[in-house]
């Protein structure tokens, strides 16, 4: 494998914390190599160690719905989403600071205001039950 480093954690972290909580080596390696890559099962099982062809993917999909697997992947996802989350704020100041486009910028102000707790108040339209009856005298 080519580093041994994901999202600024070592693999080896996460294989401790994942036998710790009943992985294999195959699972945590799995779901490490999804996490990591984004690849398709099917690349991610034999990365990971499992048969080629039908039968890894077919074994790597069951692996992937056990419950402890499922906790782990999400922990996984979790840590790297908030890794980058960082990343992703600093886009959105770039943008809004330094988009050719004003559309652009607006766009990502608004984004900025609305995660920060500064949402625009909603538009609602309201109708009101009843008759409603206009005259108009043009004499």
């Given at each position: 494998m080519g580093g041994n480093t994901r999202g600024g954690s070592s693999w080896g972290v996460h294989m401790s914390n994942a036998l710790k909580t009943g992985l294999t080596a195959k699972q945590t390696a799995l779901v490490d190599n999804l996490v990591a890559t984004g690849c398709s099962i099917t690349e991610a099982a034999v990365k990971a160690g499992y048969a080629a062809g039908d039968?890894?993917?077919?074994?790597?999909?069951?692996?992937?719905?056990?419950?402890?697997?499922?906790?782990?992947?999400?922990?996984?996802?979790?840590?790297?989403?908030?890794?980058?989350?960082t990343v992703a704020a600093a886009k959105l100041v770039q943008l809004a600071r330094g988009a050719?486009?004003?559309?652009?910028?607006?766009?990502?102000?608004?984004?900025?205001?609305?995660?920060?707790?500064?949402?625009?108040?909603?538009r609602h339209m309201h109708l009101h039950a009843g008759e409603v009856s206009v005259t108009i005298d043009l004499s």
């Open positions: 039968s890894g993917r077919v074994t790597a999909s069951k692996t992937l719905r056990l419950p402890h697997v499922q906790e782990y992947m999400m922990r996984c996802v979790g840590e790297a989403l908030g890794l980058n989350a050719k486009s004003e559309y652009v910028q607006l766009e990502a102000s608004k984004d900025i205001l609305d995660r920060s707790g500064f949402k625009a108040p909603d």
